[in-house]
């Protein structure tokens, strides 16, 4: 099955609000990462996380291995915020190899 | 940020041809990779790749995949030869430890006809 499982699936949020995604863990995992698609396709490097959390501006990441999950938290949203989000996640020893989550859909309505 | 870029953006090749997607990584990094995502499914791993060697591969990575990296040059994905399963966009990421943040390219769409 997925080893990781990210929600929700879609979420609306108007502009100034907040909410948080979130994946949880089939297993162990080294660490996380977050990122964000573009209109273009392009994926944008939020965060990397081994442990602990992490602050970028309006965006806020935690990890934490030992229960499984990873969380990123957004507030203050804008329009430029939509986009697909997703987590993926890495459980080798050795070189990155990530495992995705399905993705969340965010629109950020006015 | 760092830049990966993926060339083509789009290929449209009949099945049964060989394809070569290249890759221009980041300048100073030194592990490089390979992702699949089929048409509404997730990313999937296929390759990773160092010191001119693969590393690991998945099940995805086929007999009919190759990949090099001549000379510090593009990082290539070949397909040969290929099947309408292969249909695709096909991410590239590189990393400059293999310990730290991939960092994505934009992907290749390939349609096998």
């Known amino acids: 099955g997925d080893q990781v499982e990210q929600s929700p699936s879609a979420l609306s949020l108007h502009e100034g609000t907040g909410s948080a995604l979130r994946c949880n863990f089939t297993t162990t995992m080294r660490a996380v990462q977050w990122f964000r698609k573009n209109s273009r396709g392009s994926l944008i490097n939020l965060f990397y996380l081994a442990s602990g959390t992490k602050e970028n501006g309006r965006l806020k990441s935690a990890f934490d291995s030992k229960e499984r999950y990873s969380t990123l938290h957004i507030r203050d949203a804008q329009l430029e915020d939509s986009g697909t989000y997703f987590c993926a996640a890495d459980n080798t020893e050795g070189a990155d190899r990530l495992t995705f989550g399905k993705g969340t859909q965010l629109i950020i309505q006015p | 940020g760092p830049k990966v870029l993926q060339i083509p953006s789009h290929q449209i090749i009949d099945m049964g041809q060989m394809v070569t997607l290249n890759c221009d990584p980041v300048?100073?990094?030194?592990?490089f990779y390979w992702y699949k995502q089929i048409l509404g499914q997730q990313m999937e791993f296929l390759v990773n790749?160092?010191?001119?060697?693969?590393?690991?591969k998945s099940k995805l990575f086929k007999d009919q995949f190759s990949v090099e990296r001549p000379d510090g040059s593009y990082f290539t994905l070949k397909i040969q030869p290929t099947a309408l399963e292969d249909s695709a966009v096909y991410f590239c990421?590189?990393?400059?430890?293999?310990?730290?943040?991939?960092?994505f390219g934009s992907g290749t769409r390939l349609t096998v006809l």
């Open positions: 790749f160092y010191n001119g060697k693969v590393m690991e």
């Open positions: 990421a590189s990393s400059r430890t293999g310990w730290e943040t991939l960092y």
């Open positions: 300048s100073n990094h030194l592990y």
